[in-house]
């Protein structure tokens, strides 16, 4: 949509809706209480316009995907958040399952000469499957097909790992680079605010834990994402929040 059509839009808004759409029109921030304004009171094809408007001045008319698969080396778990219906705890792992390295490298295996260019790997919190296991896998996918992109393990699943192993986060982070990890995944995030983490997901990490794996990869060159998981217990102050924690750290690395 062009810019002019986008400024009739907003110009057809009420005071305040009008308002935010200028400072995106004029590539300001907006504050948590306008974030939360467009929450409550913005239509969904306003919100849409301008967030496309926004996606537009970044990246031009280009999308962007990748052709990827994954592996889920296990859904025992020793966190119990309450959400989760994937994960079985380790006394009821005969419930669920545990893939050894060798039927890994296997699910890797059918990929090859596929246009998958990468693998994407995530799961529950295993305790046995520790950071040398994990380091071991990303060895042998690399020796096998040296061009695959490795995005793995949540911060959740790292921050059990470098506990367990008495690393510190960039530690851990290294020794998982240099076996082969290229990226982490966004998993794990949920909702930040401690008042509604600690009612969902208690017993993992929390936001500051999680953020802190995250930047540490980053400064690293590791790329990440992150997602949040909503429509439950959180009102959209928490979303607010959670995407304004996000904004804070990844303003450093990127144009936002
Ligand atoms: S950490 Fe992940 S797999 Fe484990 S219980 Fe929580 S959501 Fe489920």
């Not at 590791?222 to 303003?251: P, V």
């Amino acid at each position: 949509m062009s810019k002019e059509a986008v400024v009739r839009l907003v110009n057809e808004q009420e005071n305040n809706l009008k308002s935010i759409g200028e400072k995106i029109v004029d590539n300001k921030r907006i504050t948590d209480e306008e974030g939360l304004l467009l929450f409550e009171k913005g239509s969904l094809p306003y919100l849409g316009t301008l967030a496309n408007y926004v996606r537009e001045n970044l990246h031009g008319q280009k999308t962007f995907f990748n052709r990827n698969f994954h592996i889920e080396p296990t859904n025992v778990c020793v966190f119990s958040c309450h959400f989760c219906s994937y994960s079985r705890l380790y006394a009821k792992r005969h419930e669920g399952w545990e893939l050894g390295i060798d039927q890994m490298l296997d699910i890797v295996k059918k990929y090859d000469n596929k246009p998958e260019t990468e693998v994407h790997i995530v799961g529950g919190v295993h305790p046995k499957m520790n950071l040398p296991y994990f380091a071991e896998l990303l060895r042998k996918i690399k020796a096998h097909r040296p061009d695959l992109h490795i995005k793995g393990f949540t911060a959740v699943e790292l921050d059990y790992m470098f506990r367990k192993a008495k690393l510190s986060i960039e530690e851990g982070l290294k020794f998982l680079q240099e076996a082969g990890l290229d990226s982490i995944p966004g998993g794990g995030a949920e909702i930040f605010a401690p008042e509604i983490r600690e009612k969902i997901s208690a017993d993992k990490v929390d936001a500051v834990g999680w953020l802190a794996i995250h930047e540490a990869a980053h400064k690293m060159g590791m790329h990440s994402n992150a997602t949040m998981l909503y429509g439950h217990i959180e009102k959209y102050e928490h979303r607010i929040d959670h995407m304004r924690q996000l904004r804070e750290i990844t303003r450093s690395y990127r144009r936002l």
